[in-house]
């Protein structure tokens, strides 16, 4: 089954049952892949799994962003609202790689760049991003790699 059909399919089950926070987010979802066909003048053949992957990446990381705003302002109804959402859109992605692999991979990638401290940190990530694309979110990779280089 497809991840845009996966997601029609459990709308349904979410509407039938009433979940409306549910309903809502998923309907948001199909909105973020629907705009994105446009974008890419998809919308006769639509997208593929990997780029309605992408979509929900985007979404996800809008909630972590929307979490951490409306925690700094005190607003924490919403925050939680935004972490249901966000647990409900993480379902439709496939499980991040474990840290130590991520390590791992950065390590072969601190090596096989050659660097010496922080301020190769972009060459680091041209070599190792490839190889983790989809499998870690950006902010995880970054910080890992931080923590990495200066102990060099």
Not at 15 to 31: N, Y
Not at 74 to 101: C, F, M, N
Not at 119 to 139: E, N, R, Y
Request: charged fraction near 40%.
């Amino acid at each position: 089954m497809t991840l845009a059909k996966k997601i029609e399919e459990e709308l349904k089950i979410a509407m039938k049952a009433g979940d409306i926070l549910k309903v809502s987010t998923l309907r948001m979802a199909q909105s973020a892949v629907k705009n994105k066909e446009i974008q890419l003048l998809k919308k006769d053949s639509g997208l593929s799994d990997e780029e309605i992957a992408e979509v929900i990446k985007s979404e996800v990381k809008k909630r972590r962003d929307s979490i951490e705003e409306f925690t700094k302002a005190g607003r924490t109804e919403l925050a939680e609202k935004e972490k249901v959402e966000l647990e409900i859109l993480k379902a439709y992605l496939p499980p991040e790689i474990s840290d130590e692999d991520l390590e791992r991979i950065l390590k072969e990638g601190v090596r096989e760049a050659g660097a010496a401290g922080e301020k190769d940190f972009a060459k680091v990530m041209k070599v190792s991003m490839p190889i983790l694309k989809g499998k870690a979110s950006g902010d995880r990779i970054s910080v890992t790699l931080k923590k990495l280089l200066s102990s060099l």
